[in-house]
């Protein structure tokens, strides 16, 4: 093939298309420039382009005024305060914060590294110098992006303060526009002040004075050139030239500080030359301070609630000097730790793989809503790690059945002295959690002994959807395939928290109202003004007064006469519900332990179990066996600290009419032994509720669920 050939012929084409579209294009050139003439097309780019740059400065000088740099230096010095129910401090946020000092407390010498490193025309600016901004729009056309550099000392506090590291002309435009307010607001001292008290400088240390204890063991105003200048010099990158972890790369960037300030006239070269040569010592003498942060999971939940509700970030609501209002209770926060650093309240870890039984519990005031104590869980705590009190997604077991079950029946006209089928069932396969059906049974004594056929049973008849979209009512979110008998049980497809448990029940103890549960009251930001305010939220109609009161008396019954007897407080009475849920991979072993209690003033729901069930990973017994013991010491060290404020309806047992004989007690219990109709013929004729002596009677049989 002759390629010479092909390439010649080729090149005639293109020579003859070319003569071809000339014409063409020289007409088309003539008429451009006619039509821009005529329009003058000029003229209105140029215009267009002043009025981009025109409105992008009004908006960054609108950004600029409305952010308050009038409160910078109390945001950047001051700490975040939390504060609990009764507006006394409870701990605070240290966050990216620093021991603060004062210019004066500040050797001199890092004041000349640091000008003739990073900002040698510091003194004689307004926060912006135009040769780094000239050099950043190169660097830009040059690179495709900025290169960093140029920024002035005002410019980086103005970064670290208000933006991101993002290099963007946008953010060094925002920069420029700050810097600007800054130094209209504050002095070059107070500048430098500022940000030498809130420069990172690694190893988990912020600010120069902290920084100077970190790396020399002397405070801040002791330092002498050569570790000023290692500091200073950190400023670069403080993780790849702090002294501790990359010791030449410090003394290779200390030499270049030395040289800066020899540029700067504030050394001379004789002096830098002998510097460089003096060995560097590194001593420690750091103290980390972490007692502030003395309610972990509870400040945690503050963190997430403030970003949630709120709109501030963790961030800033750590590093901004705002006051948090809160309802927590250090009393009952107190309390609830202690009970959960006591090991002995546990079961002992997994023998397999060593596997900690974990747990979580939360006390909600029913009245206001507020959080006033939480616990997420055992073990090592990391911050904003998994709290299983607000966090985790769990089956509620029987603790559900006031939810699903007996409130939408008393709703539909059922009472406590209601008959109740208690039955091997034809449309959903439920037992007893001690495998015997009792017959006819009235309605409060299925739900202090949690029997499940007889839930069930009256879970269809009140009518699946009806339940279902009571427990909604009452807080807890469902989905399409919940709509099942097994919901009556506390079967889910998701689970719930118990957080959103023990709100629910606060419904009950406060006359059949709820309050949305939260942790924060009010933020206030640096100034003092209110930012953030829900102390007075909507109040929400779950169920009459009557019904509220109806379950409570029913829901005392528990743990005087069911199976949460051995949860009971003692010199306390409380209502509430014990919940169980089975391990399906260890036959006869349970999965999740609940415990929900209330009195008039606080609400607690316990949770117990592994994070991951299995084989290996159960809980044996039940919730009024194993969990109680632990419910019952957090209740007793809370309790004492509540305004023991007393129900205003008895419990269901001892307002019974009618005395049982104790021949027809024997019988009873007889019949319970054998698995028998024990109620029968006896509730059938009358006898009513049962008084006092039941009481004594059934305080006798185990617990079994």
């Not at 015997?436 to 056929?453: C, F, K, M, T, W």
């Not at 209330?598 to 729901?605: L, M, Q």
Request: no cysteine.
């Amino acid at each position: 093939m002759d390629f010479k050939h092909i390439l010649h012929k080729i090149g005639e084409y293109l020579k003859t298309f070319w003569a071809w579209l000339k014409p063409y294009l020289s007409r088309f050139h003539q008429w451009r420039k006619r039509i821009w003439k005529k329009y003058q097309v000029n003229k209105i780019i140029l215009l267009l382009g002043l009025t981009v740059v025109l409105v992008t400065s009004i908006y960054l000088f609108y950004l600029a005024k409305t952010q308050n740099v009038g409160m910078l230096k109390d945001g950047l010095e001051m700490r975040t305060v939390i504060y609990d129910k009764s507006d006394q401090e409870a701990g605070m946020f240290h966050g990216q914060k620093g021991t603060v000092v004062t210019l004066d407390q500040v050797s001199p010498h890092v004041v000349d590294a640091l000008v003739s490193t990073e900002d040698r025309r510091f003194y004689t600016h307004n926060g912006y110098d135009i040769k780094g901004i000239l050099r950043a729009v190169v660097g830009r056309v040059t690179s495709g992006r900025i290169t960093g550099g140029g920024s002035t000392i005002t410019q980086q506090l103005a970064k670290n303060a208000y933006l991101t590291l993002d290099q963007t002309l946008t953010r060094k435009a925002r920069e420029l526009f700050l810097s600007i307010e800054i130094e209209k607001k504050y002095s070059k001292d107070e500048i430098l002040e500022m940000y030498l008290n809130n420069i990172y400088m690694a190893n988990g240390v912020w600010g120069i004075e902290d920084a100077s204890h970190r790396y020399f063991a002397k405070p801040a105003a002791d330092l002498t050139k050569d570790e000023a200048a290692v500091l200073v010099g950190m400023l670069k990158g403080p993780e790849i030239y702090n002294p501790i972890d990359h010791y030449d790369n410090a003394i290779a960037r200390r030499d270049v500080v030395f040289d800066s300030m020899v540029a700067n006239e504030k050394m001379d070269e004789t002096e830098a030359a002998q510097l460089k040569q003096a060995p560097l010592y590194i001593s420690d003498n750091y103290q980390v301070s972490t007692d502030s942060y003395r309610y972990p999971y509870y400040f945690d939940e503050v963190l997430r609630e403030a970003e949630a509700k709120a709109k501030i970030s963790p961030e800033d609501l750590q590093n901004k000097g705002y006051k948090v209002y809160t309802y927590l209770d250090q009393n009952y926060q107190q309390g609830m730790d202690t009970s959960f650093q006591n090991d002995y309240l546990f079961p002992g870890n997994a023998p397999s793989d060593n596997a900690m039984v974990q747990g979580a519990s939360i006390a909600v005031n029913p009245k206001t809503g507020g959080v006033e104590a939480v616990v997420g869980g055992r073990g090592e705590k990391t911050v904003l790690g998994l709290n299983r009190a607000t966090q985790s997604r769990l089956s509620p077991g029987s603790t559900m059945k006031p939810l699903a079950v007996y409130t939408p029946a008393l709703e539909a006209g059922y009472t406590a002295d209601s008959i109740l089928k208690d039955e091997k069932l034809s449309y959903y396969d439920v037992e007893n959690y001690d495998k015997i059906y009792r017959g006819d049974v009235p309605l409060h004594l299925a739900l202090e002994q949690s029997l499940n056929a007889s839930a069930v049973w009256l879970f269809h008849e009140v009518g699946i959807d009806t339940g279902a979209k009571k427990v909604e009512k009452f807080g807890i979110s469902l989905v399409k395939e919940d709509h099942y008998h097994g919901l009556a049980l506390g079967g889910m497809t998701k689970g719930t928290s118990p957080m959103k448990m023990a709100n629910a029940y606060a419904v009950f103890a406060n006359e059949g109202k709820q309050m949305p549960a939260r942790f924060i009251r009010k933020i206030e930001d640096a100034s003092g003004a209110i930012v953030y305010e829900n102390e007075h939220p909507r109040e929400k109609s779950v169920t009459s007064k009557k019904i509220a009161n109806d379950m409570t008396s029913m829901l005392q019954g528990v743990f005087t006469n069911g199976t949460g007897v051995s949860a009971q407080p003692y010199g306390y009475n409380m209502a509430g519900k014990t919940g169980t849920t089975e391990n399906i991979a260890a036959a006869g072993s349970s999965k999740d332990q609940w415990i929900i209690g209330y009195t008039p003033d606080v609400v607690i729901a316990t949770w117990m179990g592994f994070d991951e069930s299995g084989p290996d990973h159960y809980l044996t017994g039940s919730s009024g066996q194993i969990l109680s013991q632990l419910f019952k010491d957090q209740a007793e060290r809370i309790l004492p600290n509540s305004p023991g404020t007393q129900f205003d309806v008895g419990n269901v047992n001892t307002e019974s009419e009618g005395l049982l004989s104790e021949s027809e007690l024997e019988d009873l219990e007889n019949q319970l032994k054998e698995g028998a109709d024990y109620w029968g013929d006896k509730i059938k004729e009358g006898a009513g509720k049962v008084k006092d002596k039941v009481s004594n009677w059934w305080n006798s049989v185990k617990d079994n669920w």
